[in-house]
Nanobody, 115 residues
Framework: QVQLVESGGGLVQPGGSLRLSCAAS????????MGWYRQAPGKEREWVAF???????NYADSVNGRFTISRDNAANTLYLQMTSLKPEDTAVYYC?????????WGQGTQVTVSS
């Protein structure tokens, strides 16, 4: 089991950047998969990216080349670096950790891209 707390969201202009953080309540060294989803108003939750304990990364087509996922096992923290942000990236962003086929979720952080 793990508790996750996201931070780093906010209001940013189109073309800007943000870095989201997801702090875990315990060591993430052994957590095989961690990642991010997002949910825009009126839409279903959408997978964004994941990273494995071995460092393998995968991204949704909509963010590939603009977003970078990383993890710092020493700091028990997952990150999502977002660049070249677009209005359609506006959503609540949730981190997750997959442990024994169960996904644990954070409470979400709002990202708004608007001029």
């Amino acid at each position: 089991q793990v508790q996750l707390v996201e931070s780093g969201g906010g209001l940013v202009q189109p073309g800007g950047s943000l870095r989201l953080s997801c702090a875990a309540s315990r060591s993430i060294f052994s957590i095989t998969v961690m990642g991010w989803y997002r949910q825009a108003p009126g839409k279903e939750r959408e997978w964004v990216a994941f990273i494995t304990s071995g460092g393998r990364r995968n991204y949704a087509d909509s963010v590939n080349g603009r977003f970078t996922i990383s993890r710092d096992n020493a700091a028990n923290t997952l990150y999502l670096q977002m660049t070249s942000l677009k209005p359609e990236d506006t959503a609540v962003y949730y981190c997750y950790a997959q442990i024994s086929a169960t996904n644990y979720w954070g409470q979400g952080t709002q990202v708004t891209v608007s001029s």
